[in-house]
């Protein structure tokens, strides 16, 4: 037996009890056949990953959002989807933990909650502790924020909207900075209920491509599609690893924040 | 039979399986105790959540930052000792899954990992679905941030320091902009050593405080002691929701990164 197999035996043991009267085990659900023939450790990743549809993910995620929020739409439009293609140990997720990264964590407007969630699920599926696990998940991760970053979005139109949605470049990852975008773009405002709707496509938008970029992975064909702006590149070269000031870090565009309007760089 | 309690056998029965052989349930761990006297279905939240030790907490922070990055280290050094301390459901969740934090997720320097994952922890304990559950604990989750964005940090020093770390106001909860607060502050820089040390010590500084906030409330005495500075309510007179402009929306202090060195408002 290995030992990531007797681990989870471990694990499942300390949720028996409850399940077992009298030493009679709850007769086992359909999800339980995933759990004999798929072993897992639950508390070790990555868990199995099917390939999933992206269509029906994206439509999951825009369903999602507007149960629970732009983070628990994309997490549980990949991560519910998978409850129900794999089973266990996916059904034993609080997916509604994922509520907290709602507009950018809290509505505190940080990082776009889409990508917040939907990288939580790339994780759980392809990443681990371990660096040789870490390094191959967060390229996935990175390629989906550099795409968010840098393409019209939303690009994923569901089947039943309340309004049609025109897109816009962020430029930046950044939950309030992607709204602001989007307003400029379209004239609509920051809490308007179009606006709501254009993060529900946008849920969609993310969801889906993260799952194209993990369909891609597991058939060994992931590369990455989008690199760091020039302008960015340059920056860097004073400012990165290794450089005379190395006083920062980041793999983000810096353009969509700084140097923006009237803001110019101090004399080099 | 309560609904909860019911759903929470369907979920277990799925785990079943696999843990019985021939019919013979695996015997029951010291933690199945507390899945039997404290019964919870492990996709609904809040999970119950027990007071912790702060410094307990910090201190499993520091040294989960070492073996996992920022997010990581604060999400397991909080729901880590929940483990400990309370047992199921808590021992079958993931905690691995939050390495995907590190850095601003993947190294993208956006949202600070150790308020990543201590939001992500405290949402667990106190949040939900429901407009009732997510609210309040909204509320706490902005209180961290906003505690983090005005207060010298890191404030936790480890029992065994690698280094002696300075503090730093970071202004703004995004990664790479607190760490070239705290670059400019001590003069280190952003790829040291030291510097990965004080994000260790304030990935401790943040679990313990997340956790001194969710004992506040379970004594239901917590009351949020950092407001929005005045400066940044005065940018939402023409930004934020139903002003002439509304086209952002944030709760975090605008002037961390607008208007900073030469950079001018346009005129009004």
Chains 1, 2 share one sequence.
């Not at 266990?88 to 990508?115: D, F, Q, R």
């Not at 968010?148 to 962020?170: G, H, M, N, T, W």
């Not at 060994?220 to 006083?247: I, M, V, W, Y």
Request: proline share 6%; aromatic share 8%.
């Amino acid at each position: 037996m290995k030992e990531s197999r007797r681990s989870w035996l471990k694990g499942a043991g300390q949720m028996v009890a409850a399940s077992t009267i009298g030493g009679l085990a709850v007769a086992a659900s359909r999800d339980a056949v995933h759990a004999t023939s798929k072993p897992e450790n639950p508390t070790d990743i990555p868990w199995s990953y099917k390939k999933l549809d992206p269509d029906t993910v994206g439509e999951r995620g825009y369903g999602s959002y507007y149960k629970g929020g732009c983070c628990f739409g994309a997490f549980d439009a990949i991560v519910g989807e998978l409850q129900r293609e794999v089973g266990a140990p996916y059904t034993a997720i609080p997916t509604s933990m994922m509520v907290y990264g709602e507009g950018g964590v809290a509505g505190n407007s940080t990082l776009c909650g889409a990508l917040n969630g939907a990288a939580a699920a790339m994780f759980l599926v392809t990443g681990g502790l371990a660096k040789e696990k870490k390094g191959p998940a967060f390229a996935l991760i990175r390629e989906l924020f550099s795409w968010y970053e840098q393409e019209p979005l939303p690009d994923f139109r569901p089947a039943k909207p309340k309004f049609e949605i025109r897109p816009s470049v962020a430029r930046v990852p950044l939950c309030h900075v992607s709204v602001s975008a989007w307003c400029k773009a379209t004239g609509s405002k920051a809490f308007s209920p179009e606006r709501a709707e254009r993060c529900g496509w946008l849920t969609a938008s993310v969801a889906k491509h993260a799952v194209e970029l993990l369909n891609a992975q597991a058939d060994g064909k992931f590369k990455a599609a989008h690199t760091l702006p020039a302008a960015a590149a340059t920056c860097r070269t004073c400012h990165d690893q290794g450089s005379a000031l190395e006083n920062t870090r980041a793999s983000m565009e810096c353009g969509g924040c700084h140097f923006t309007g009237r803001q110019e760089h101090s004399k080099l």
